[in-house]
C-alpha cells in the first residue's frame, strides 16, 4: 500500500466554538490506560518553550506542546526525538519504536484535535502449524489514541482480525496488502474484508488488539515476517477531563495564548486548543494566535517558488513552501512519493484545474467538514472548488490590495449559491491563470482570435447597411417618434430588468407555494416594486428610519394606508435567497398573536424586500442590556408574562400549526415587543418546516452559539428539544441578567449555561441571580424558573419538557403573581398596575410614558441584528 494513501487518512477535526468550554458527547470508550491497566490522570504544571527549543527536525516542524530536548514540551508525553545521524534526518516519538511521518500544524486555524502519522513494524513469528498470532498495539503514552479508520498493514499471507472492544463487533476482517503500492484492496487473499471502518463509529482505541491468521496455502512457508503498520495517532492534553475543569486552574491550562479557545476532544478524555475565527497560530504558547491577514497576492512575487509535486502543476495562488500561497489555507503539502495533501481534507490530490476553478481529489471522505472554510465539495464527484476570501465580488473590490482578480481579462465571480466567498475566472474567450499578471495570466488563445475577428467583418458590414437605412429614416421619423420609442424602451428595460430579478429571487417559487395555500394567499401578498416605491416616495432619504449593519429600513404608506416598515438589505448573496424564501413561506402560514406579522414581499429588484408590521418597542436584547444610564428595565411581573408568551408561541409553531416548524434560532435578539410589550417572535430565516410525522430531521448545523443545543451539534438532527434548549438558555439571561456568553472574572469567554450549572452545586440559587430579580420576585418563583431552565438545559433531548410543559409552567407562575399581586387583603379589590418592587421596573401601562419609539425609530433593530 503507498504511503500517499496512507497520507489521505490523516483526520483533522474542526473547531468551530469561539469560547473557552463547548459541551460534547460521552466519549465512546472508558480512559486511556497506563501500561499496568490504571487509568491515567497526570497533573501537569503549564511549561512555555524555551528560546533554544528546536522547531525543526529535516523538513518537520516541531511546534509546542510537542518539543526535541529538556523543558521543550508541554509534558514528557510529547517528547520528541529526532536522529540527525540518517538522511534525511528522522523522527521519533518519545518510545523511538514509532517513527513521526507528518504532524497535523497547529497552525491551522481550524485545528481542535491534532493527528499524528506514525510508522513501525511489528515482528510476527509462528510455529509450525500454529493457527493464530495475536498482537497488541500501544501508544506511547495516555495523550494518544490510535484511530481505526486510519490504520494500515502490510504483510504477506496472513488475514488480519480486528477484535472486539466495547466499541467493536467480536472480529472485523482487516484489509491488508503485500504490495507497497496497492491502493484500497477490497478482497485478501479471495475473502471480503473491511480496509477501512467508518469513522462515524467513533473508533479509536488504545491498545488495538490484532489477530493474525496464515493463510493455508501458504501455511508451511510462514516462517516470521514483518508487518509494516501506518496509523495516525490523536492527542490531547488529558490533566483534566474538561474544559472547565482545565481552565479553572491558570497554572495548568495550555490554552495560553489571547484570541485563543478550548475545546473538549469528543472521542478521549481532555481538550485541546485552538485560535479563533480570524486568527491563526500556536495557541499553546504566549501571544501565538495573530490576526488573519487574509488573501496575499504579493507572495507570488516569490521565484523560488516550486511550482510541481511530481508531475501536477501548482498554479498560484497555491503554493508547497512557506510564503509561497495567498493564504496559509492554500498551502499544499508534496510528499516523498511526490502525490500533494491539502491539511484540512483527508485524501490527496490529483489535478488542479486554475481556469475551471477546481481541484480533483481521491481516497477521502465525502464529507464538507473535513475541507475547511476555504473548500466547498460538489457532491457528484470527488472534486473541490475553492474561494479565496470570504467576501463579496462589491466588497473585495473595495479592498484593492488584497484583491484577487489581479489579471486583465479576469473576473469576480461567487463558487455557488450557498456559501459566501469569491474566486476569480478569465473571461469568456480568454485562458490562464486570473490570480496573476503578465505572460501567465488570463490571455486570448488563436482560436479564440479567429472567432471574434470573422464575425468582426460580417458585424462592420451589417452596421454599415443598419447605419445608411437609419439615417434615412431618421430623416422622416425622428421628429414624431423620437420621445414615443425613447418612453417606451426605457419602460421595456425597467420590466425586463425587473422580470430578471424576480426570476432569479425565485420569484415564480415562491407564487407557487402561496397559491397552492389558501391561508398564505390571503395573508401574504407579492408586492410590486412599484407600489413600495410609490409607499416610500420612491425611497427618499427622509423616509429611512434607520440604518443597521445589514441594510435600512424605510417608512412605507400603502395605499390601504396601512403604515409598514420595509427592510432592504445592503447586498445579498444567491445562497440567502433559499433563506429569505424559507423565511416568507413559513410566516405565510402561521398566524400567532405572539408571532411577527408580515404583510408580504417584492422580488422585483436586485435585493428582495420585506413589509412588515411595526413593532415599536424593539427586542428584549435592547432594553434588557441597554444603557444602565437610562434608568429603564422591565419589571420582573412583565419579563415573566413575555416569557410566557413567547413559549406559547414556540408551543404553537412546533404542535399547533398545520405544519410543524422548528425555528432553531431562538435567542432574545429574535423576541420583539409592541406597544403594549407583548411579545412577537421573529426571523424566520434559519427555521425549517417538518411534516407531523416526522420527529427529526438531520440538516448542517445552524444556531447562534450559547443557545446552541448541543445535542443537535453532536447528532446533526433537529427536533423540537432543540427549541426547548435554547430557551432554557433564555429563562437563565431573565433570572441572571447576563449573555449566553460572558467574561467572567478572570477575563476568559464562558457560556452562561455552564456557569449556571457549575454555580447551582455550589451556592443557593438566590446568590446568583441579578439583583432586580431578587428584589422583585419572590423565593418560589426563582426556584421555579431556575428548575424549569435546568430540565430545559438537559443534555438527553428525551430529559427535557416540551414546550407545551415549558408554557403551562409559566403561564400559571404569572396567574399565581397576578391573583397575589392584584388583590389587596383590605378589602380583595383588584388592583390595576402591576407593582415593580425595584423602583425603576416598568409594565405594560406605563410603558409609553418611559420608552416611546417615534415611527421614525420603529423596527430598527431588526435591521442591524444579527442571525
Not at 815 to 834: D, I, L, Y
Request: charged share 20%.
Amino acid at each position: 500500500m503507498a504511503i500517499h494513501t496512507v497520507l489521505q487518512m490523516l483526520l483533522l477535526l474542526s473547531c468551530i466554538t469561539t469560547t473557552t468550554t463547548t459541551t460534547t458527547a460521552t466519549a465512546p470508550l472508558a480512559a486511556p490506560a497506563s501500561d499496568s491497566g490504571a487509568p491515567i490522570h497526570q497533573k501537569s504544571i503549564r511549561k512555555f518553550p524555551s528560546a533554544n527549543c528546536p522547531n525543526k527536525c529535516g523538513d518537520k516542524d516541531i511546534m509546542f506542546p510537542f518539543g526535541i530536548g529538556p523543558g521543550c514540551s508541554q509534558q514528557t508525553s510529547f517528547d520528541l526525538i529526532c536522529d540527525n545521524t540518517t538522511y534525511p534526518p528522522r523522527l521519533y516519538l518519545r518510545d523511538r519504536a514509532m517513527d513521526v511521518i507528518f504532524m497535523g500544524d497547529t497552525r491551522a486555524p481550524l485545528v481542535s484535535i491534532g493527528g499524528v502519522l506514525i510508522d513501525f513494524s511489528i515482528a510476527i513469528s509462528t510455529s509450525q502449524g500454529a493457527e493464530v498470532y495475536n498482537a497488541s498495539l500501544k501508544s506511547p503514552s495516555s495523550n494518544f489514541v490510535f484511530a481505526l479508520s486510519n490504520l494500515w498493514i502490510t504483510v504477506c499471507n496472513f488475514y488480519i482480525y480486528l477484535i472486539g472492544n466495547s466499541n467493536i463487533s467480536p472480529e472485523i476482517p482487516f484489509c491488508t496488502s503485500c504490495d507497497p503500492d496497492e491502493l484500497d484492496p477490497d478482497m485478501v487473499y479471495g475473502k471480503k474484508c473491511n480496509h477501512r471502518p467508518p469513522f462515524e463509529a467513533h473508533m479509536v482505541a488504545n491498545p488495538v488488539q490484532l489477530k493474525f491468521v496464515p493463510v493455508k496455502e501458504a501455511h508451511q512457508q510462514v516462517q516470521r515476517q514483518i508487518a509494516s503498520v501506518v496509523a495516525t495517532l490523536y492527542w490531547n492534553i488529558n490533566d483534566q477531563h474538561t474544559c472547565a475543569a482545565a481552565s479553572a486552574d491558570e497554572t495548568i491550562f495550555a490554552c495560553v495564548s489571547s484570541h485563543s479557545s478550548c475545546v473538549d476532544t469528543p472521542y478521549m478524555p481532555g481538550y485541546s486548543c485552538c485560535c479563533d475565527v480570524g486568527y491563526t497560530g500556536n495557541p499553546y504558547v504566549l501571544g501565538g494566535c495573530s490576526s488573519d491577514h487574509g488573501y496575499n497576492p504579493s507572495a507570488r512575487r516569490n521565484v523560488t517558488c516550486t511550482r510541481s509535486c511530481g508531475k501536477i502543476k501548482v498554479p498560484f495562488p497555491f503554493g508547497l513552501e512557506d510564503g509561497c500561497s495567498a493564504r496559509t489555507g492554500f498551502q499544499l503539502y508534496c510528499n516523498t512519493s511526490a502525490f500533494m495533501l491539502l491539511d484540512s481534507m483527508t485524501g490527496y490530490i490529483t489535478n488542479i484545474n486554475i481556469t475551471e476553478g477546481y481541484m480533483d481529489i481521491e481516497g477521502t471522505s465525502h464529507d464538507q467538514s473535513n475541507y475547511g472554510p476555504l473548500y466547498i465539495a460538489d457532491r457528484d464527484s470527488r472534486r473541490l472548488r475553492w474561494v479565496v476570501a470570504n467576501l463579496t465580488c462589491q466588497e473585495a473590490h473595495q479592498h484593492i490590495s488584497t484583491y484577487a482578480c489581479v489579471s486583465p481579462n479576469s473576473e469576480c465571480l461567487y463558487v455557488n449559491s450557498t456559501t459566501m466567498g469569491y474566486s476569480c475566472k478569465c473571461n469568456d474567450g480568454y485562458a490562464g491563470n486570473p490570480y496573476v499578471t503578465g505572460p501567465d495570466g488570463c490571455k486570448c488563445n488563436d482560436d479564440t482570435i479567429k472567432m471574434k475577428c470573422a464575425p468582426s467583418r460580417k458585424q462592420t458590414i451589417l452596421s454599415g447597411i443598419a447605419i445608411g437605412l437609419g439615417i434615412g429614416l431618421g430623416l422622416l421619423l425622428l421628429g414624431l417618434s423620437a420621445m414615443f420609442i425613447l418612453c417606451r424602451w426605457r419602460r421595456g428595460v425597467q420590466k425586463r430588468l425587473r422580470m430578471k430579478y424576480f426570476t432569479k429571487n425565485h420569484g415564480l417559487l415562491l407564487e407557487q407555494l402561496i397559491s397552492s395555500s389558501e391561508d398564505a394567499s390571503e395573508k401574504t401578498k407579492i408586492f410590486s416594486l412599484e407600489e413600495l416605491e410609490r409607499a416610500t416616495n420612491n425611497f427618499d432619504h427622509t423616509r429611512i428610519l434607520g440604518r443597521g449593519g445589514h441594510g435600512m429600513v424605510y417608512k412605507g404608506i400603502l395605499s390601504d394606508q396601512r403604515v409598514v416598515a420595509i427592510k432592504k438589505s445592503n447586498v445579498i448573496e444567491q445562497g440567502e435567497i433559499d433563506q429569505f424564501i424559507n423565511e416568507v413561506a413559513i410566516l405565510s402560514q402561521i398566524n400567532h398573536r405572539n408571532i411577527v406579522k408580515l404583510h408580504g414581499c417584492c422580488l422585483e429588484s436586485e435585493v428582495p424586500l420585506l413589509v412588515y408590521d411595526f413593532v415599536p418597542n424593539g427586542s428584549l436584547f435592547e432594553i434588557l442590556y441597554s444603557d444602565p444610564s437610562n434608568n429603564f428595565s422591565l419589571s420582573w411581573d412583565v419579563c415573566l408574562r413575555i416569557a410566557a408568551q413567547a413559549s406559547g408561541a414556540l408551543y404553537y409553531l412546533h404542535s399547533a400549526a398545520s405544519i410543524s416548524v422548528f425555528h432553531r434560532d431562538v435567542k432574545f435578539s429574535n423576541i420583539l415587543l409592541d406597544a403594549n410589550y407583548t411579545a412577537k417572535v421573529s426571523d424566520f430565516g434559519a427555521s425549517r418546516l417538518v411534516h407531523i410525522d416526522q420527529t427529526h430531521i438531520t440538516t448542517h448545523v445552524q444556531g447562534t452559539f450559547g443557545y446552541l443545543d448541543p445535542e443537535y451539534f453532536r447528532t446533526r438532527q433537529l427536533n423540537e428539544k432543540s427549541d426547548v434548549y435554547s430557551f432554557g438558555v433564555l429563562l437563565l439571561e431573565l433570572l441572571l441578567r447576563r449573555k449566553p456568553v460572558f467574561t467572567n472574572e478572570s477575563g476568559s469567554s464562558q457560556s452562561l449555561s455552564s456557569y449556571f450549572l457549575g454555580e447551582m452545586q455550589a451556592r443557593p440559587i438566590s446568590e446568583i441571580v441579578a439583583a432586580q430579580v431578587r428584589d422583585e420576585a419572590t423565593e418560589e418563583e426563582i426556584i421555579s424558573v431556575a428548575s424549569l431552565a435546568d430540565m430545559c438545559l438537559r443534555i438527553q433531548g428525551e430529559e427535557r419538557p416540551t414546550m407545551k410543559e415549558v408554557e403551562m409552567t409559566l403561564q400559571l407562575l404569572h396567574t399565581k403573581r397576578s391573583m397575589s399581586s392584584h388583590v389587596t387583603p383590605e378589602n380583595g379589590r383588584a388592583e390595576h398596575s402591576v407593582p415593580s418592587h425595584s423602583g425603576n421596573g416598568v409594565d405594560p401601562t406605563s410603558a409609553d410614558s418611559q420608552r416611546c419609539y417615534s415611527l421614525e425609530q420603529e423596527f430598527l433593530s431588526s435591521a442591524s441584528l444579527p442571525r
